[in-house]
T-cell receptor, first 114, second 112 residues
Framework: SQQGEEDPQALSIQEGENATMNCSYK?????LQWYRQNSGRGLVHLIL?????REKHSGRLRVTLDTSKKSSSLLITASRAADTASYFC??????????????FGQGTILTVHP | EAQVTQNPRYLITVTGKKLTVTCSQN?????MSWYRQDPGLGLRQIYY???????DKGDVPEGYKVSRKEKRNFPLILESPSPNQTSLYFC???????????FGSGTRLTVV
């Protein structure tokens, strides 16, 4: 079953603008992760936020987590054409034999125009 | 270089002909996982493994088998492939819970 659902499904912006993607999930989590995928290639891990954290930064990335609303957002500031990719959130529910078992959302396709 | 290596990258096969997609990681990771990616359906987990000889079904295990006899290897076996298993497959590994996964470059499988 798909745990994470992302919004919007597609986002088109100009270089230099900020891009915000949202992720909602259904059950309690141990952590939430964001990945990037360039067309047809392997996913690259961007950032992980634990369930007891509310915000995390990494370079131009800012991730927030609201466990009461079961939602997360990924903000990419000052976007570049090279940021064009699909972005996925993935939840790690943890617990028992499920530790490290990730469930992915369907992704947001980001297009950054030069 | 730390990486997850999948082979082959591309494979066209016929219905019913057994095949194995290999996956190997050189990072001494405990966790390994197989996903398939299909348009409109995102990534769906097939099987995952928390350690040697410890495997568990993911969301779409039907038609697939795995084994984890060594820490570094996690092959995906299709005993009798069918056209609905045509997909892009990814292997991934992680040091453990609370750490991100490293993904392989993918195997594009076509079953005719």
């Amino acid at each position: 079953s798909q745990q994470g659902e992302e919004d919007p499904q597609a986002l088109s912006i100009q270089e230099g603008e900020n891009a915000t993607m949202n992720c909602s999930y259904k059950t309690s989590i141990n952590n939430l992760q964001w990945y990037r995928q360039n067309s047809g290639r392997g996913l690259v891990h961007l950032i992980l936020i634990r369930s007891n954290e509310r915000e995390k930064h990494s370079g131009r990335l800012r991730v927030t987590l609201d466990t009461s609303k079961k939602s997360s957002s990924l903000l990419i500031t000052a976007s570049r054409a090279a940021d064009t990719a699909s972005y996925f959130c993935a939840t790690d529910a943890g617990g028992g034999t499920s530790y490290g078992k990730l469930t992915f959302g369907q992704g947001t396709i980001l297009t950054v125009h030069p | 270089e730390a990486q997850v290596t999948q082979n082959p990258r591309y494979l066209i096969t016929v219905t019913g002909k057994k095949l194995t997609v290999t996956c190997s990681q050189n990072m001494n990771h405990e966790y390994m996982s197989w996903y398939r990616q299909d348009p409109g359906l995102g990534l769906r987990q097939i099987y995952y493994s928390m350690n040697v000889e410890v495997t568990d079904k993911g969301d779409v295990p039907e038609g697939y088998k795995v084994s984890r006899k060594e820490k570094r290897n996690f092959p995906l076996i299709l005993e009798s492939p069918s056209p609905n298993q045509t997909s892009l497959y990814f292997c991934a590994s992680s040091l453990g819970t609370g750490v991100g996964y490293t993904f392989g470059s993918g195997t594009r499988l076509t079953v005719v």
